[in-house]
């Protein structure tokens, strides 16, 4: 069993639509969380930490449920720039530097 | 640019040739970390050194890979006698052990492409 498992998708959702992308990890010493994106060909950049109380970003809103080792992101009003890959990170432990475990991917493709 | 930054960004080798990749991090970042991303999967992590220190090494990191920071600063990762399954992007990234220093930034990667 991989360590973060993603849907990889794809979806193609209407440019407007609300999409979500779930995630579960099976390590319970996980103790933080992210989401990062990946754009084709290009190096994965942070979107947002994801905290146990839920966090919000504009159109971008992160959930933690730890009882359940499930992440989620939400993306309202899709725009076609949101078009990417998103990936789910976990980190295990809080020691051993900041080495990341990434889920394989969702791929959102926004379209007209 | 102030990024992490590495080089070459493309490589074409043949089979069973020596590759070496290098890496400069974001300055005064401490941490600096290899990971390894193929078609379809996110990136692997390969290993992590802390200043000159490598603390960890993943099982993916054969016997062929080695990776150095002499001096605490730029990073190199070689691949001696590639094989097909080397071909991926080489990410590199850092951070720093300062108090509000957790976020991890990655270099724009290294592509490998064993022929």
């Known amino acids: 069993r991989k360590e973060v498992e993603q849907d990889p998708g794809p979806f193609n959702v209407p440019e407007g639509a609300t999409v979500a992308f779930n995630c579960t990890y099976s390590?319970?010493?996980?103790?933080?969380f992210f989401w990062y994106r990946q754009d084709c060909r290009k190096e994965p950049k942070l979107l947002m930490s994801?905290?146990?109380s839920g966090n919000e970003d504009g159109r971008f809103t992160a959930q933690l449920n730890r009882a359940s080792q499930y992440i989620s992101l939400l993306i309202r009003d899709s725009k076609l720039s949101d078009s990417a890959t998103y990936l789910c990170?976990?980190?295990?432990?809080?020691?051993?530097?900041?080495?990341?475990?990434f889920g394989t991917g969702t791929q959102l493709k926004v379209e007209l | 640019d102030t990024g992490v930054s590495q080089d070459p960004r493309h490589k074409i080798t043949k089979r069973g040739q020596n590759v070496t990749f290098r890496c400069d991090p974001i300055s005064e970042h401490n941490r600096l970390y290899w990971y390894r991303q193929t078609l379809g999967q996110g990136p692997e992590f390969l290993t992590y050194?802390?200043?000159?220190?490598?603390?960890?090494k993943s099982r993916l990191l054969s016997d062929r890979f080695s990776a150095e920071r002499p001096k605490g600063s730029f990073s190199t990762l070689e691949i001696q006698r590639t094989e097909q399954g080397d071909s991926a992007m080489y990410l590199c990234?850092?951070?720093?052990?300062?108090?509000?220093?957790?976020?991890?930034?990655f270099g724009e990667g290294s592509w490998l492409t064993v022929v």
């Open positions: 390590n319970s010493a996980s103790q933080s």
């Open positions: 994801v905290y146990s």
């Open positions: 990234a850092s951070s720093t052990t300062r108090q509000g220093g957790n976020t991890i930034y």
């Open positions: 990170v976990v980190k295990i432990g809080t020691g051993g530097g900041n080495k990341l475990t």
């Open positions: 050194f802390q200043n000159e220190a490598q603390l960890e």
